[in-house]
């Protein structure tokens, strides 16, 4: 499998960086990556942060019984710049109309998957999978014409829908596939 590291830079402060790993021995396989992003953003008040990771192992207990084995993560944080109408965008495009709008899920998928070849034409399979995290974000979701400032009566900014999404869902699945061919060697009418 080897290894590969990739690097790069862009605009408004983008920096990435893409690492893998794989290797082998005997029966076992492995294989990782992972993965960062940064950004300034185009916008004013916008701005993001990202991370990935994921890890297979992979176990051939024969030519026809195959063991995987995964994990994946993935975790980012987006300050949003929030809405503008038509006037806004062509008076400048990079303006914002928030500065304290987040976005951010933390994410986890685990699965496993067993791979039994019956013989050649039959295959059974086990899939088990879950996805687990939150996804959290802080928003004032009102339209662009709409300021986030702060209210003159009572001296506070005006409330903000904080939603905290919790994800805790699993599937498993059974498949037993069996493959046929048939010919019609002629048509009789």
């Known amino acids: 499998m080897g290894r590969k590291v990739v690097l ?25 990556w992972f993965s960062r992003k940064s950004s300034d953003g185009y916008r004013d008040n916008s701005s993001s942060k990202y991370g990935s990771e994921n890890l297979s192992l992979y176990y051939d207990a024969s030519e026809k019984l195959k063991f995987k084995w995964d994990w994946s993560h993935s975790n980012y944080i987006i300050q949003l710049a929030g809405p503008l109408n038509d006037s806004m965008f062509f008076a400048d495009p990079t303006m914002a109309t928030r500065s304290r709008n987040y976005y951010n899920p ?11 070849e019956l013989s050649r034409t039959t295959n059974f399979q086990v899939i088990s999978s879950a996805v687990l995290g939150v996804r959290n974000s802080v928003m004032f979701d009102k339209p662009a014409t ?17 939603d905290i999404d919790n994800f805790n869902s699993y599937t498993n699945e059974i498949r037993y596939l069996s493959f046929f061919m048939f010919c019609i060697d002629s048509i009789q009418r």
Do not use: E
């Not at 830079?9 to 990782?32: D, E, H, I």
């Not at 933390?106 to 998957?113: A, D, L, T």
């Not at 709409?146 to 904080?162: F, G, M």
């Open 106 to 116: 933390n994410i986890h998928v685990p699965s496993m998957k067993v791979n039994w």
């Open 8 to 32: 790069n830079g862009g605009s408004f402060g983008m920096n990435s960086l893409f690492t893998q790993l794989g290797g082998s021995a005997g029966k076992w396989r492995y294989s990782g």
């Open 146 to 162: 709409v300021n986030d400032a702060i209210i003159d009566s009572t001296l506070s900014y005006a409330n903000r829908q904080v």
